[in-house]
Nanobody
Framework: QVQLVESGGGSVQAGGSLRLSCSAS????????MGWFRQAPGKEREGVAV????????VYADSVKGRFTISADNAKNTLYLQMNSLKPEATAVYYC???????????????????WGQGTQVTVSS
């Protein structure tokens, strides 16, 4: 059974940085898509960044391009999200998610993902 466990959330002032980690276990395939999503109170869950563990596919939401970096350590089955120059609007619960055969045109859509972590809170104060 696939399990995803996030860590690394916290509180930071605007302009600061945080790094999130997601440890995956029980994944039955060598290559799959993993992504970071976030959900602020009263808003829909939105895709932040997605990475294909087989390489060569990385997608970012326009709102985080140039400030956030997604990466993976395949040997450790761990996904990371380095978040720099954080803004207050980044405040949300951040979720790690995984899927095996998504529609490639919908990689940032939450409904393409089957497996989810429990989420970690990120709070950015102004």
């Amino acid at each position: 059974q696939v399990q995803l466990v996030e860590s690394g959330g916290g509180s930071v002032q605007a302009g600061g940085s945080l790094r999130l980690s997601c440890s995956a276990s029980g994944v039955p395939y060598d290559n799959y898509f993993m992504g970071w999503f976030r959900q602020a109170p009263g808003k829909e869950r939105e895709g932040v960044a997605v990475d294909y563990t087989g390489g060569d596919i990385t997608v970012y939401a326009d709102s985080v391009k140039g400030r956030f970096t997604i990466s993976a350590d395949n040997a450790k089955n761990t996904l990371y999200l380095q978040m720099n120059s954080l803004k207050p609007e980044a405040t949300a619960v951040y979720y790690c998610a995984a899927t095996f055969r998504p529609d490639p045109t919908r990689l940032l859509r939450a409904d393409e993902y089957t497996y989810w972590g429990q989420g970690t809170q990120v709070t950015v104060s102004s």
